[in-house]
């Protein structure tokens, strides 16, 4: 298999220059594009495996990329380059179709991380796998079971459904508004989800105050860590 392909879209050339060598010394292949129609133009010929869009473009929002890809029906996976404290755009951004987000300024090993989670998660939208492991937890989505450490876990059904959804898109962030919209409809809110969240970790968690698979993206959602067994 040949090695991924990264398409950097981002205006600032000393970025970009900075993500090619960085990610290039760990066998990423690049491509770039300076403006978000270069970017949208490159990513419709098919060669990258995933996209790092910044979302402050000169010629065009971040969002008009993603809302153009998922709207032209591409599913290539995108990561998006935020800054720290913009929760509105990362959640407006997730929610147009972007896979993830990584704050500025970010570390090499965490961009990494992100991107390969968003790869996996994008290999496996033809079908989830029937059994997720993460470090001590086991998800059998077929027979409905949990376990930490050979332990079994018992959900409630509102619990195990969020559950499922978490690890349908593990790795990935999933919005406040997201849950409630696949799991209540019109009919939640997100103190409910917190107790809900709240209520898993207390079963799930060996502490429950510093979480390890379920973790709160603030003010934006939850995130199920994926970890190597």
Avoid: N
């Avoid at 991380?113 to 993460?134: C, D, N, W």
């Amino acid at each position: 298999m040949s090695d991924p392909c990264v398409l950097i879209v981002d205006d600032e050339p000393a970025i970009r220059r900075l993500l090619r060598t960085s990610l290039g010394a760990q066998s990423w292949r690049t491509m770039e594009a300076e403006t978000g129609a270069s970017g949208l133009e490159q990513a419709r010929e098919g060669r990258a495996d995933i996209m790092l869009l910044d979302l402050g473009l000169p010629d065009m929002d971040g969002m008009e990329v993603i809302r153009r890809l998922r709207g032209g029906g591409s599913s290539l996976p995108i990561v998006v380059l935020s800054v720290r404290g913009d929760e509105r755009g990362k959640v407006a951004a997730l929610e147009l179709g972007a896979d993830d987000y990584v704050t500025k300024p970010f570390s090499m090993a965490e961009l990494v991380a992100r991107l390969r989670t968003a790869l996996r998660h994008g290999l496996q939208k033809e079908g989830t796998a029937p059994i997720f492991v993460s470090g001590d937890l086991s998800v059998d989505l077929v027979r409905r079971h949990i376990f930490r450490d050979g332990q079994e876990i018992r959900l409630s059904p509102r619990e195990w459904d969020i559950m499922r959804l978490l690890v349908q898109h593990a790795g990935r962030v999933l919005t406040h508004r997201h849950i409630l919209g696949q799991l209540w409809g019109a009919g939640g809110d997100v103190q409910q989800l917190r107790v809900y969240i709240r209520q898993i970790r207390q079963k799930l968690e060996a502490d429950p105050e510093r979480p390890a698979h379920i973790v709160t993206e603030t003010g934006i959602g939850y995130r199920l860590v994926v970890t190597d067994p």
